[in-house]
C-alpha cells in the first residue's frame, strides 16, 4: 500500500513568486491536512480537507490557499512568497479526519 | 506563549539509558498523540491517550496521560540509537471535531553508542 506522496520534495522559489504543493493520500483516504514546521515556530496548521471541502483552517494569511480535487489528492498554494515561508510542509492523511494520521515526506520550500 | 510545552528541548543518552519527555498543555487536553519524526523528514504515529490516566506501551516506549495536570510523559526504556529523532507530542485542544493537532516544539533525541 503506497503511503502519502508529496511532490515535489524540494523547491527553490523568489520572493514575490507563488508555488503550488502537491499531496496524494493513502488510496481510500478523504481527510488531508496540511502543516508548516518551521524551527522557530515549530509545526503549525493549515488547514483540512475533506470530500473536497474545507473543514478546518489555521492562522495563516490569504496567501496561502488549499483544495482538494474528487481523487481527494490535495494542492496547497502560497502566492507572493516572503522569506519566511521557507519551511518544511508536510501533509497528512486520513480516512475521515482522524489525528493519528499518516504523513507525507514533505516539501522543503526554500524560498530566496 | 505556547499552548504545548515540551521538555526537554534536547537530550543525549547512552545507549541502554531510560530517558522520558514530557508535555504540558496549558488548555484542556481532549487528545494527545505522540509523533517521532527524523530530521526533515514526516512524522510517524506512535501513540494516542485520550483519557486520564490511560497508559499505552509499544515495544520500549511507554506513553502516560495525566487528565489532572494536564501533562503526557514519554518514557524510552533501554534507549538505542534506533531511538534517535524528533519527538513531538501534538493535542486536540478543542472539544468539538476540528481535525487539528496542535504540536510542542519537540525534543531531539539523541543516543550514543
Known amino acids: 500500500k503506497a503511503g502519502v506522496t508529496q511532490t515535489p520534495r524540494y523547491l527553490i522559489k523568489t520572493r514575490g513568486q507563488q508555488v503550488t504543493l502537491s499531496c496524494s493520500p493513502i488510496s481510500g483516504h478523504r481527510s488531508v491536512s496540511w502543516y508548516q514546521q518551521t524551527p522557530g515556530q515549530g509545526l503549525q496548521f493549515l488547514f483540512e480537507y475533506f470530500s473536497e471541502t474545507q473543514r478546518n483552517k489555521g492562522n495563516f494569511p490569504g496567501r496561502f490557499s488549499g483544495r482538494q480535487f474528487s481523487n481527494s489528492r490535495s494542492e496547497m498554494n502560497v502566492s507572493t512568497l516572503e522569506l519566511g515561508d521557507s519551511a518544511l510542509y508536510l501533509c497528512?492523511?486520513?480516512?475521515?479526519?482522524?489525528?493519528?494520521?499518516?504523513f507525507g515526506q514533505g516539501t522543503r520550500l526554500t524560498v530566496v | 506563549s505556547q499552548e504545548l510545552e515540551q521538555s526537554p528541548q534536547s537530550l543525549i543518552v547512552q545507549e541502554g539509558k531510560n530517558l522520558t519527555i514530557n508535555c504540558t498543555s496549558s488548555?484542556?487536553?481532549?487528545?494527545l498523540y505522540w509523533y517521532k519524526q527524523k530530521y526533515g523528514e514526516g512524522l510517524i504515529f506512535l501513540m494516542m491517550l485520550q483519557k486520564g490516566g490511560e497508559e499505552k506501551s509499544h515495544e520500549k516506549i511507554t506513553a502516560k496521560l495525566d487528565e489532572k495536570k494536564q501533562q503526557s510523559s514519554l518514557h524510552i526504556t533501554a534507549s538505542q540509537p534506533s531511538h534517535a529523532g524528533i519527538y513531538l507530542c501534538?493535542?486536540?485542544?478543542?472539544?468539538?471535531?476540528?481535525?487539528?493537532?496542535?504540536f510542542g516544539k519537540g525534543t531531539l533525541l539523541t543516543v550514543n553508542p
Open positions: 501534538g493535542a486536540e485542544l478543542s472539544g468539538g471535531s476540528n481535525y487539528k493537532l496542535t
Open positions: 497528512a492523511s486520513s480516512w475521515r479526519g482522524e489525528l493519528e494520521a499518516f
Open positions: 488548555k484542556t487536553l481532549y487528545g
